[in-house]
């Protein structure tokens, strides 16, 4: 595969960063750039094209806030199954999440804007095939 060469700067903690989990796997700082920046755009693609899509949602709290009990409620349309547990001072949830990619967006996005809590998407299903069936 032909590849092409451009310039990223990046914070010193965040190259230190690179440098370490490069090494711990072998890798050269190319291959573990190109493998993150695939997995964000195959993950952040399911955004921007319109399907209906499964997806777990991960989220960690300082501590159990209303507020994700409230955004949670506030989107009955999205079938979601939880798993809801704690850790010391976290409170972790998993949410297995379907409908529609937009609204399952906007639900991440609100989310990913609470105060203490950290949010990852992951979905379920490769958006080429939604793309192939388009």
Same mark, same amino acid.
């Given at each position: *595969?032909?590849?092409? /060469?451009?310039?990223?700067?990046?914070?010193?903690?965040?190259?230190?960063?690179?440098?370490?989990?490069? $090494? *711990?796997?072998? =890798?050269?700082?190319?291959?573990?750039?190109? !493998? &993150?920046? /695939? $997995?964000? =755009?195959?993950? #952040?693609? +399911? +955004?921007? %094209?319109? +399907?209906?899509?499964?997806?777990? @949602? &991960?989220?960690?709290?300082?501590?159990?806030?209303?507020?994700? &009990?409230?955004? @949670?409620?506030?989107?009955?349309?999205? /079938?979601?199954?939880? =798993?809801?547990?704690?850790?010391?001072?976290?409170?972790?949830? @998993? !949410?297995?999440?379907?409908?529609?990619?937009?609204? %399952? &967006?906007?639900?991440?996005?609100?989310?990913?804007? =609470?105060? $203490?809590?950290?949010?990852? #998407? *992951?979905?379920? +299903?490769?958006?080429?095939?939604?793309?192939?069936?388009?």
């Amino acid at each position: *595969m032909a590849k092409k /060469r451009f310039g990223v700067s990046v914070s010193r903690s965040l190259a230190e960063s690179l440098d370490m989990v490069a $090494g *711990m796997l072998g =890798l050269d700082r190319s291959s573990v750039v190109e !493998l &993150a920046l /695939r $997995g964000l =755009l195959e993950d #952040y693609t +399911h +955004h921007v %094209i319109p +399907h209906d899509c499964v997806a777990l @949602i &991960a989220h960690i709290c300082d501590r159990d806030l209303v507020e994700v &009990a409230t955004v @949670i409620g506030g989107y009955g349309e999205l /079938r979601i199954t939880q =798993l809801h547990s704690h850790t010391g001072e976290k409170c972790i949830q @998993i !949410l297995l999440v379907s409908g529609s990619s937009s609204v %399952i &967006a906007d639900f991440y996005s609100k989310l990913a804007k =609470l105060k $203490g809590c950290r949010v990852k #998407y *992951m979905p379920l +299903h490769e958006i080429s095939e939604v793309a192939r069936r388009s």
